[in-house]
């Protein structure tokens, strides 16, 4: 990494490339950073590109005419078109997985057979492509099960049913979509949390420990979603889980190396603490994800954008045997609209407006947000303490208003 101002360009839209942004901007090495998609909501930290993240070509020719030093795909979309491997092909500076490495995270059925071939403790599953195969599974199963698609479409992908009944009339209305692929497991009660590590390819550190809320309403009832709202670190992940979390992900960067497809970039482990130091392992994440991303960088005391080169570089293993935290707690919520189209009000009362990581919503020329129908941003507050954050946090939701508003109000309770 040269001495001079980096230029960085974020492929991929919503709280995580907002997060990411704001995060980068605090660095003295950084000079400008743009976000391409535009998600529409201007912002002070970076500069919005109306470019698809899976126009490789485009982004290419974006990062040349205006000397991008180093590009981060945080994106579905982005990594799956392999920007990775198109940008090093082009001798480009991009952190993050080729496709093949990350077709762990990115495909949910890829995924589970992975974590099966390296022995790593998962749920009870079954792979389906024909929905009479599925209900023979279904017939053995103990309820719930989680039924999903193998890739991420929308909520509407999966549901966690609790009699066969439900689950047969799911599974008839997924193939009835033309879905190909249906992953079926056995729903694991407990604990749920991911622990983020930072890896080159061949060495990983880990980052912190997050605690998930993923269904839809308090005391986890309603839908089961990628996530509502978290909060950092996460007290009940031990140091025992930890080392033997390394191990698993020791064993992923092996597989995939043999492969010829080291994993470099963030990686997510999520999993269910099922007893004070045991666990299982439900899937991987390519990156930071949208209810967790500020909740992880602003427990970062480290310079990314150093950490970042030095696994582009080849430097990592030599140069960091752990990602310096700065003992701070986050918590955040996904605030979500059930109308499209309705006045935000209040955002203009909350002390930092960067504590705002925006997904669906639109401002218009006198500054006024509107909601999209569906999750419109995520809050985070950050503070000394987990209980003081979630004090911070709450403070501001209740100044938040909107006809159709939800959150959960559970989070860290």
């Not at 960085?8 to 976000?35: M, N, P």
């Not at 023979?136 to 609790?162: M, Q, Y």
């Not at 909107?402 to 989070?411: H, Q, V």
């Amino acid at each position: 990494m040269n001495n001079g101002k980096k230029k960085i360009l974020i492929v991929g839209s919503g709280a995580v490339s907002s997060a990411l942004g704001t995060k980068l901007k605090q660095t003295s090495e950084v000079e400008e950073i743009f976000v391409a998609p535009s998600n529409g909501i201007e912002s002070e930290e970076y500069t919005n590109v109306d470019l698809r993240e899976d126009d490789l070509t485009g982004l290419l020719k974006f990062v040349l005419d205006n000397e991008i030093d180093l590009t981060i795909p945080v994106g579905e979309k982005s990594l799956k078109a392999d920007i990775v491997s198109f940008f090093q092909d082009n001798g480009q500076n991009i952190f993050g997985p080729c496709a093949e490495a990350c077709r762990i995270a990115l495909n949910k059925s890829y995924g589970k057979k992975f974590l099966y071939k390296i022995h790593a403790q998962t749920s009870k599953f079954g792979v389906f492509d024909k929905v009479q195969l599925a209900e023979d599974w279904l017939r053995t199963a103990n309820f719930p099960v989680l039924i999903r698609t193998k890739e991420n479409n929308s909520h509407g992908d999966r549901l966690v049913c609790p009699t066969i009944s439900l689950a047969s009339e799911f599974l008839d209305n997924l193939f009835s979509k033309s879905e190909t692929e249906i992953l079926i497991e056995e729903f694991t009660f407990g604990h749920n949390f991911t622990v983020y590590f930072v890896t080159d390819g061949y060495s990983a550190v880990p980052v912190t420990a997050v605690s998930n809320y993923k269904f839809t309403t308090d005391g986890d009832g309603g839908f089961y979603t990628n996530g509502t709202g978290c909060f950092a670190p996460d007290y009940k992940v031990s140091e025992v889980v930890f080392s033997r979390l390394e191990n698993v992900v020791k064993n992923v960067l092996t597989s995939l190396e043999r492969k010829n497809s080291p994993y470099l970039g963030f990686l997510g482990v999520d999993c269910t603490l099922v007893d004070e130091d045991k666990f299982v392992v439900n899937e991987f994440k390519p990156f930071l994800q949208d209810y967790d991303a500020a909740t992880v960088l602003n427990s970062v005391e480290d310079d990314l954008v150093r950490i970042f080169y030095a696994c582009i570089e080849g430097l990592f293993a030599d140069e960091y045997n752990e990602v310096k935290t700065n003992g701070f707690a986050s918590v955040s919520a996904v605030v979500s609209s059930r109308q499209y189209n309705k006045v935000i009000k209040g955002l203009d009362m909350i002390d930092d407006i960067g504590n705002v990581d925006f997904i669906g919503c639109k401002k218009n020329l006198s500054g006024e947000y509107f909601t999209a129908k569906g999750e419109c941003f995520v809050l985070t507050r950050t503070a000394t303490t987990i209980s003081r954050a979630k004090e911070y946090l709450y403070d501001d939701l209740n100044r938040i208003k909107f006809d159709g508003i939800k959150y959960r109000s559970d989070i860290c309770k």
